[in-house]
């Protein structure tokens, strides 16, 4: 399954649990965007940005995201989540995420999230750190 994620730096293995599925026997769409959170933070994880931000105050916050529901889940399921940059400009970034059922064997979804960098000692917009730019560069090679 992870030639469907060649293209994604950043790939997490997640578990579909009982309690994600709703009264309709499938997965409730409210988890998808879970799943995609728990990839977007891995992937600033990797980056170490959580650390960035204590000592800059300039962290990301999520001002957007849009999802393309292929298929439904259901339990038991395992899931691979992808995630990548898409694009960077100077206070934002366009983040592409996929995510892959084991079980069906395909992507099931594909998101597409903006995150704005934001001063949080200030309360407002700002510029991405530089050092954040060249390690988002650094893993997408």
């Known amino acids: 399954m992870d030639e469907l994620l ?12 009982w309690g994600d ?5 499938h997965v409730n769409h409210v988890e998808y965007f879970r799943y995609f959170l728990n990839g977007r ?3 600033l994880e990797r980056l170490d940005a959580l650390n960035l931000m204590e000592d800059t105050g300039v962290g990301l916050i999520l ?11 259901t339990y038991p399921d395992q899931l691979l989540v ?10 934002r970034l366009l983040v592409r995420q996929a995510l892959v059922s084991m079980k069906l064997r395909m992507i099931v979804a594909e998101a597409e999230a903006l995150l704005v960098a934001f001063d949080y000692n200030t309360n407002s917009k700002a510029a991405l750190p530089d ?11």
Request: charged share 30%; glycine share 2%; with cysteine.
């Open 6 to 17: 060649t293209e994604f730096p950043v790939v997490i293995d997640l578990s579909v649990s």
């Open 21 to 25: 599925m709703d009264a309709l026997q």
């Open 41 to 43: 933070v891995s992937y």
């Open 63 to 73: 001002a957007s995201i849009q999802c393309r529901f292929k298929r439904p889940l």
């Open 82 to 91: 992808g995630t990548k940059v898409e694009k960077m400009e100077n206070d």
């Open 131 to 141: 050092e954040l730019k060249q390690k988002i560069q650094a893993l997408e090679k």
